[in-house]
Structures are given as structure tokens and as C-alpha cells.
């Protein structure tokens, strides 16, 4: 079954302590990408990854990191969490960047207190 | 960043009742494309639109890319409780920059 994988669903941490959420896919998809979406924001975009070791700053990238070391997995590295990281966490992958459907990952809500 | 514009923001219904939301946007849009996302899961692709004007369906639901490429509608007939969650819409810049509406989010009263 094709699809997008994240780990953890649920994670809630304190500030300043360092933490990845994993995401992989199986759809050997080059495009990749890291959002938070938040109550009347929508989607935002964190980064995204064209390629291996290709990434890119989305729009609201700040004290966020991300790797892509093999095509299937896109980790997001918060080093520092603070409080205002507290979001639903959402990873991404597609044929390409902009037009191709992308498939959503389930979700990682994250709290930072 | 440059954001859609998404209204109403939520919509209480009674089953049986047609919905309507609509995208606006100030910049011009290479594609638009409508999500739904159920509780506790991620967005998943509902409707696609490559052309201005373009009106395409997928079941009971329409979509239409507006003339001016600035914004898209979609409309829901006939709404039936699996039809809660909330509705994005997103564009597609012609630099490839995807964009996402803030969503609506639909309760359907059975």
C-alpha cells in the first residue's frame, strides 16, 4: 500500500530538549516536505527536499532542520523545541515539486511545554 | 508568504443541504487543488484544476478554477454525515510554490 509514514503520532516534550519525527515513504516519490498547520493558518511550509541531499527553507523554516540521506526518509530536527513549536505536524511527498498530487503523512501532534 | 484566502471558515449544515466554499487570492495561480482532511488523519486530494475555467467534478462534488486564475470554488451536493472535515484549498504558483487556504471546517447535523 502506497503511503506516507510518520513517527511519533503523539509527542509531548519540554523546552530545549533536542527531538526528531521520522517520516518515510514508499512511493519512491523525489519530492518531500515538512509542514505545521495551525487553528486559521492553515497549511504552512517548513521544508521540502527536491532530491537526496537537496533541501530548500519553506516559509516558516525557524528552529526547524530537516536531512534526506535516502530518497524514502525526510526527518524533521527540532534542536532547541520552544513552546511555540506546539502544532500538528505534517510530512509530504510527491512526484515533483507543485503540480503532482502529494500524499500526506497521518500527523504528528507535537507539544512543547 | 503569499496565502489563499478561504471563506467561510466553518459551516454547520443539516444532511441533505448543498455546501459551498471558495478560494481568493490576490496573485495569479498556475493550479488549484482541493483537500479534505478527516479527524485525526492527513489531507488527501479531492479535485484538481489545470485550466482557467476549468469545472470538474468527482461525485458530489464540483469544482471550478476561476477565469481570472485568482481564485476557485467548490461545492458539495447533497452533503451526508462523511462529508464532515475540513476543506483546503491550495494553489500552485507558477514557480511551483504551493500555497494553502487557512480551511473550512464542515459539521453536517444528520
Known amino acids: 500500500e502506497a503511503q506516507v509514514t510518520q513517527n511519533p503520532r503523539y509527542l509531548i516534550t519540554v523546552t530545549g530538549k533536542k527531538l526528531t519525527v521520522t517520516c518515510s515513504q514508499n512511493m519512491n516519490h523525489e519530492y518531500m516536505s515538512w509542514y505545521r498547520q495551525d487553528p486559521g493558518l492553515g497549511l504552512r511550509q517548513i521544508y521540502y527536499?527536491?532530491?537526496?541531499?537537496?533541501?530548500d527553507k519553506g516559509d516558516v523554516p525557524e528552529g526547524y532542520k530537516v536531512s534526506r540521506k535516502e530518497k524514502r526518509n525526510f526527518p524533521l530536527i527540532l534542536e532547541s523545541p520552544s513552546p511555540n513549536q506546539t502544532s500538528l505536524y505534517f510530512c509530504?511527498?510527491?512526484?515533483?515539486?507543485?503540480?503532482?498530487?502529494?500524499?500526506f503523512g497521518p500527523g504528528t501532534r507535537l507539544t512543547v511545554t | 508568504g503569499q496565502q489563499l484566502n478561504q471563506s467561510p471558515q466553518s459551516m454547520f449544515i443539516q444532511e441533505g443541504e448543498d455546501v459551498s466554499m471558495n478560494c481568493t487570492s490576490s496573485s495569479i495561480f498556475n493550479t488549484w487543488l482541493w483537500y479534505k482532511q478527516d479527524p485525526g488523519e492527513g489531507p488527501v486530494l479531492l479535485i484538481a484544476l489545470y485550466k482557467a475555467g476549468e469545472l470538474t467534478s468527482n461525485g458530489r462534488l464540483t469544482a471550478q478554477f476561476g477565469i481570472t486564475r485568482k481564485d476557485s470554488f467548490l461545492n458539495i451536493s447533497a452533503s451526508i454525515p462523511s462529508d464532515v472535515g475540513i476543506y483546503f484549498c491550495?494553489?500552485?504558483?507558477?514557480?511551483?510554490?504551493?500555497?494553502f487556504g487557512a480551511g473550512t471546517r464542515l459539521t453536517v447535523k444528520p
Open positions: 509530504a511527498s510527491s512526484l515533483s515539486r507543485g503540480v503532482d498530487e502529494q500524499y
Open positions: 491550495a494553489g500552485d504558483l507558477f514557480n511551483n510554490d504551493m500555497r
Open positions: 527536499s527536491m532530491n537526496v541531499e537537496v533541501t
